[in-house]
């Protein structure tokens, strides 16, 4: 079955210790993505990456980290924590070609409180 | 300024009736897409529907269907024949044709099903 994994579904942590949210997918999609979910605001993106080894930032990336060292797996790394990074987390990915039109699939999302 | 923007934060509808959800968008980009997700109370995304900038006629799938008025930019969402199962959080987006390949998203619409 074609599916995006994240890892772990909730999580609850105390600021500054390190964690990693696991993001795997099967369908050799190219490009993946980490978005975060606040009320009222939507979705929007952490970082990215086009290919392996490929990443970039998107529009609030502070405190973040991201690497690309495989295709199937974008882990996302939050190296001290806080508070205000406690949000709903997905990954995604797609296809790059054939560009806009490309469906983009989502993991189940991670629930991360950060006290 | 809000690339995506829903302004109905929460929305009722009885069942069996037909509902639209409201998008509108703001790019000059001439190659876009937009895209609609369903997000249920259980917190995945599911995607809906898609509907290219080029394309001539409106994206239909099922019940739904995108109104898609380009002079108006708008590409509003109509759920025909409203089930319980519709009550969940849904998600306007769009994606440009730059070198981001981003999905950006609009604050989302909550459609509250009345039996």
């Known amino acids: 079955e074609a599916q995006v994994t994240q890892n772990p579904r909730y999580l609850i942590t105390v600021t500054g210790k390190k964690l990693t949210v696991t993001c795997s997918q099967n369908m050799n999609h190219e490009y993946m993505s980490w978005y975060r979910q606040d009320p009222g605001l939507g979705l929007r993106q952490i970082y990215y990456s086009m290919n392996v080894e490929v990443t970039d930032k998107g529009d609030v990336p502070e405190g973040y980290k991201v690497s690309r060292k495989e295709k199937r797996n974008f882990p996302l790394i939050l190296e001290s924590p806080s508070p205000n990074q406690t949000s709903l987390y997905f990954c995604?990915?797609?296809?790059?070609?054939?560009?806009?039109?490309?469906?983009?699939?989502f993991g189940q999302g991670t629930r991360l409180t950060v006290v | 300024a809000q690339k995506i923007t829903q302004t109905q934060p929460g929305m009722f509808v009885q069942e069996k009736e037909a509902v639209t959800l409201d998008c509108t968008y703001d790019?000059?980009?001439?190659?876009?897409?937009l895209f609609w997700y369903k997000q249920p109370s259980s917190g995945e995304m599911i995607f809906l529907i898609y509907q290219g900038s080029y394309d001539q006629q409106n994206a239909t799938e099922g019940r739904y269907s995108l109104n898609f008025q380009k002079a108006r930019k708008s590409a509003n969402l109509v759920i025909s024949a409203s089930q319980l199962g519709d009550s969940a959080m849904y998600f306007c987006a769009m994606r440009e044709g730059d070198s981001s390949y981003k999905l950006i998203f609009g604050s989302g619409t909550r459609l509250l099903v009345r039996p």
């Open positions: 790019t000059s980009d001439p190659s876009y897409g």
């Open positions: 995604a990915s797609s296809f790059v070609l054939p560009s806009v039109s490309t469906e983009a699939f």
